[in-house]
C-alpha cells in the first residue's frame, strides 16, 4: 500500500492566486480528514467526510477555501484567492474509523 | 468544545535519561490517540488507549490511560537520539482533537 498520497509537496504561488491541494487516500478507508499546521496554531482540523460526504467543515478558515471529495479515491482542497496568512503545511489523512490516522506526507504551502 | 492540553510544550533530555509527556482534556475521551512527528515529516500514529486506566508499552515507551479518562501520559524510558521529534495526543469525543505536541530534543 502506498499510503495517503498528497501532491503537490511544495507550492509557492502569488498572493491571490487559486491553489489546489490533492489526496489520495488508502483504499477502503471511509475517512478523510484535512489539516492544516502552523507553528501558531499547531495541527488544526479543517475539514473531514465519511464515505465521500463532508460531516463537519467548521474548521474551513473562511469561504476562500472549500474541499470535495468526489469519489472515494480522490479529495481536493481549493485556496482562492490565496493570501500570505495561508502558508502552512496542509495534511490529508485517513482512517477506517475512529482509529489510528494515517497522513500523507503533505503540502507546504507558500504564498508571497 | 474539547480542549486537549500537553504539558510540557518542550523537553531537552540528556540521552539516557527519562522523561514525561502530560495530557489532559477538559472533557471525558472516548479514547485518545498519540502520535509522533519527526523533524520535516508528517505525523505517524503510535498507539490508541481506550479502557480507563489502561497501560501499554511499545519498548521504550509507556503509554498511559488515566482513570477518569481525561488525562493520559507518555513515559519515555532511556531516551535516544530516534527520539528526537514531536509527540502529539489526541482525544475523539466526535472528531479527533490535537494537544499542541512536546517537542522533544536529545543531547548526546
Known amino acids: 500500500d502506498a499510503g495517503v498520497i498528497q501532491s503537490p509537496r511544495h507550492e509557492v504561488t502569488e498572493m491571490g492566486q487559486e491553489v489546489t491541494l490533492r489526496c489520495k487516500p488508502i483504499?477502503?478507508?471511509?475517512?478523510l480528514f484535512w489539516y492544516r499546521q502552523t507553528m501558531m496554531r499547531g495541527l488544526e482540523l479543517l475539514i473531514y467526510?465519511?464515505?465521500?460526504?463532508?460531516?463537519?467543515d467548521s474548521g474551513m478558515p473562511e469561504d476562500r477555501f472549500s474541499a470535495k471529495m468526489p469519489n472515494a479515491s480522490f479529495s481536493t482542497l481549493k485556496i482562492q484567492p490565496s493570501e500570505p496568512r495561508d502558508s502552512a503545511v496542509y495534511f490529508c489523512?485517513?482512517?477506517?474509523?475512529?482509529?489510528?490516522?494515517?497522513f500523507g506526507s503533505g503540502t507546504r504551502l507558500t504564498v508571497v | 468544545g474539547q480542549q486537549v492540553m500537553q504539558i510540557p510544550q518542550y523537553q531537552h533530555v540528556q540521552e539516557g535519561e527519562d522523561f514525561t509527556t502530560y495530557c489532559n482534556s477538559s472533557?471525558?475521551?472516548?479514547?485518545i490517540q498519540w502520535y509522533k512527528q519527526r523533524p520535516g515529516g508528517h505525523p505517524v500514529f503510535l498507539i490508541q488507549l481506550v479502557k480507563s486506566g489502561e497501560v501499554k508499552k511499545q519498548k521504550r515507551l509507556t503509554f498511559q490511560f488515566g482513570e477518569a479518562k481525561k488525562n493520559s501520559s507518555l513515559h519515555i524510558t532511556a531516551t535516544q537520539t530516534t527520539d528526537v521529534g514531536t509527540y502529539f495526543c489526541?482525544?475523539?469525543?466526535?472528531?479527533?482533537?490535537f494537544g499542541a505536541g512536546t517537542t522533544v530534543t536529545v543531547r548526546a
Open positions: 483504499s477502503g478507508h471511509d475517512y
Open positions: 467526510f465519511n464515505n465521500n460526504v463532508p460531516i463537519d
Open positions: 472533557t471525558t475521551l472516548s479514547n
Open positions: 489523512a485517513t482512517s477506517p474509523g475512529q482509529f489510528g490516522y494515517t
Open positions: 489526541a482525544g475523539i469525543d466526535y472528531k479527533l482533537s
